[in-house]
């Protein structure tokens, strides 16, 4: 049994004098226990929102319209709160974006981590709970002594690793990380990055990494979902994703991301991503595909290309052509008008 | 008085030497020191956001400046563009001095020909002008003539096409990437020499940014401009500058041409910073990283070179401070401020991880 199940998820931003918004529709993934999976796509593709319908926590606004998230077997979609709040921290962790948000700027760091311990183990002395924050903070790479200062006496790597070592308090089963690295500099990333790898392999979690960075996730994933438009484009391993991608829109992510180990010209996506208020009843990359036909205007089918990679694609040209022909600059200028 | 004005222009036309020049440049900020301390008569510290910075740039070239936030990289582009005042030091424009006492009409004219693009296409327009009325207002402040003409160049060179389509918009109703291209197209339509665009793609999605670097990439060709590419992004350096400065704590640390600096960092810090660089391929993991924590404040710096707490290879020498000098190579188009460079392995550093 995988250890999270999202089953044809669908989420509905409801406003009160405009259209609703379908940020989420029809998303199916699974994450296996001491897998490290990667969602990925632009802003406004619905990862986030993805993330809130996992941890329960969407605004008041949004509606889950349809589906299932079975963490370890529970619908956490049809779970009492009680039961929520106690997954939540436990068993399923979140690293946010901002460190900021997850401390609390008026208590210490110590202080923090301690009552994350006290509130959710019973029965933990308040040394023995202040011991483990120090053992965590060594764990993250911060001073023990840190366990003293306050959120704004740290550096925002420092912060980001305190939110890392909090995520890690209670040893849980799912980590999940909205861009734990995107507001900091590379070689910052490259420490937390590797040590939130270490400490996975320590207490053998999973994590639901999120990003709009291709790189990152080549580098700390085994399995790739993309998204685009509230719907997934394609999943697999990162090896299917990066040399035998099967959907146009991965290949433009790959054709526009730069690589420092060579020099390339670098293809831009035309156009813009689709008003969700009004989503097309086809594939939601058609405006900014160079390979769509009429056929890509019909609902899109669910192709199994092997084990583990599947696309969701018309196959408007066949896959292995159309590898070859999205590197090129002028694939992408014709016909689609123009950013 | 009369004399200066037409003095930049006769400069530009003889002239054949860098657009740009600076030596020993140097930005301190006094810092806030609370009421006692001040009162019991404490020094005034400071933060040494630039410390003796050397460039040049040449017309139609684009250079790198990357370094991590901090390191003191935009203060020296608001620097070189005078929307800071330097501590000490010299800037020269088409070899004219900007620094000290400088003619009224020898300003102005600067001022007319460098620009800046910012990071942020939402916080650098204005939401209540029109796209036209924004990238019109420069002309205006220096009275040039035939303004819509210039208007629509540069929206057409901004690749806003066609321009008329883009006069009567307000910011709100573009896009992120078209926001930005109406910065580009406002910081170049007078056609600057000179432009400074700092990290001008980091808002954006990746699906766009190629386009808009695109964009700045070949119009610094066609105007002839020497552009300052400031960015913590070394892969995007890679794509764009022909020559690439590394700054660690308000110092240029390695300087040298783009494609040789990346493929064979010589400074311990250039090379930590390249290696740290995550690359969008299968069959890269994340590695442990060779250097441990984060850049110290700019204000009490080590002694002799700066990066010597961090340094794996810091040695007695390294309590001497090295210039930029310090290793040099290629003729002098390679330059590192490091005394060691060619002792050390970095590979070692690597295989001892485990």
Not at chain 1, 42 to 71: H, Y
Not at chain 2, 42 to 57: C, F, N, P, S, W
Not at chain 2, 124 to 149: A, C, M, Y
Not at chain 2, 192 to 209: G, N, T, W, Y
């Amino acid at each position: 049994m995988p250890l999270l199940e999202v089953n044809d998820l669908h989420v509905v931003y409801e406003r009160r004098s405009e259209p609703d918004v379908h940020a989420v529709r029809g998303v199916s993934f699974t994450v296996d226990e001491n897998q490290n999976f990667g969602l990925v796509g632009e802003s406004g593709c619905g990862k986030t929102t993805v993330v809130k319908a996992i941890l329960q926590a969407l605004p008041d606004n949004a509606r889950i319209t349809r589906g299932e998230i079975l963490f370890d077997g529970e619908d956490l979609t049809t779970l009492p709160r009680a039961r929520i709040d106690e997954i939540r921290w436990a068993d399923i962790s979140m690293i946010p974006q901002t460190a900021m948000a997850g401390l609390n700027p008026v208590y210490t760091i110590g202080r923090q981590i301690r009552e994350a311990i006290q509130t959710h183990r019973d029965g933990v002395s308040k040394a023995a709970a202040i011991e483990r924050a120090r053992e965590l903070l060594e764990l993250v790479g911060i001073d023990p002594d840190r366990v003293n200062s306050y959120p704004h006496e740290l550096s925002g790597g420092m912060r980001q690793r305190a939110v890392i070592a909090m995520s890690l308090v209670l040893d849980p089963r799912l980590i999940i990380a909205d861009e734990p690295t995107t507001a900091l500099d590379v070689i910052v990333q490259e420490q937390i990055l590797y040590r939130i790898g270490q400490l996975q392999q320590q207490l053998g979690s999973s994590m639901l990494l999120i990003t709009h960075d291709i790189s990152v996730v080549a580098e700390t994933c085994d399995k790739i979902a993309v998204m685009y438009g509230g719907e997934l484009m394609e999943t697999g391993s990162v090896e299917q994703l990066f040399e035998d991608s099967h959907h146009p829109y991965t290949l433009g992510l790959q054709n526009a991301f730069p690589s420092i180990d060579e020099r390339r010209e670098l293809v831009s996506i035309p156009g813009s991503p689709p008003n969700l208020a009004d989503p097309p009843s086809g594939c939601p990359f058609v405006p900014r595909c160079p390979f769509a036909t009429e056929e890509c205007g019909e609902p899109l089918p669910e192709i199994e290309v092997e084990e583990g990679h599947t696309t969701w694609c018309h196959e408007p040209m066949p896959f292995a052509e159309m590898r070859e022909v999205a590197g090129k600059r002028e694939t992408w200028i014709t016909e689609v008008t123009s950013e | 008085m009369t004399a200066e004005v037409s003095s930049l222009d006769r400069a530009t036309e003889s002239y054949d030497g860098p657009v740009i020049e600076a030596d020993g440049l140097t930005k301190h900020f006094p810092m806030e020191s609370g009421l006692v301390s001040s009162l019991l008569g404490g020094e005034t510290r400071y933060v040494k956001a630039v410390d003796g910075v050397d460039l040049h740039i040449d017309s139609g070239e684009t250079v790198g400046l990357v370094g991590e936030s901090g390191c003191g990289k935009s203060t020296l582009g608001e620097v070189l563009i005078g929307l800071q005042e330097p501590t000490a030091g010299s800037i020269r424009f088409f070899g004219q001095e900007l620094t000290g006492d400088v003619p009224r009409d020898r300003m102005r004219k600067f001022r007319q020909n460098v620009q800046m693009v910012f990071q942020d296409p939402y916080e650098s327009t204005n939401p209540r002008f029109t796209i036209g009325q924004w990238i019109r207002e420069p002309l205006e402040i220096h009275d040039v003539p035939n303004k819509r003409e210039r208007v629509l160049t540069a929206l057409e060179r901004a690749e806003l096409s066609p321009g008329e389509a883009y006069l009567d918009q307000y910011p709100h109703q573009l896009s992120g990437g078209q926001r930005q291209r109406v910065s580009i197209a406002r910081a170049i339509v007078l056609e600057p020499k000179f432009i400074v665009a700092d990290e001008p793609v980091s808002m954006l999605d990746v699906s766009v940014r190629a386009s808009v670097l695109d964009t700045l990439q070949s119009l610094g060709r066609e105007l002839d401009m020497a552009v300052l590419y400031i960015s913590h992004d070394l892969s995007l350096i890679k794509q764009m500058c022909d020559r690439t400065m590394v700054m660690y704590l308000g110092k240029v640390v390695e300087s040298g041409p783009t494609d040789d600096l990346i493929g064979d960092p010589k400074h311990p810090y250039s090379q930590a910073l390249v290696d740290a660089v995550p690359v969008p391929k299968a069959g890269n993991r994340v590695n442990k990283p060779p250097l441990e924590g984060e850049p110290p404040d700019p204000v009490d710096l080590p002694e002799g070179c700066n990066f010597r707490p961090r340094c794996p290879y810091a040695t007695d020498v390294c309590y001497d401070e090295p210039t930029l000098d310090a290793w040099s190579a290629d003729g002098g188009a390679r330059h590192a401020s490091c005394h060691r460079v060619g002792d050390f392995d970095p590979a070692h550093i690597r295989a001892s991880d485990e």
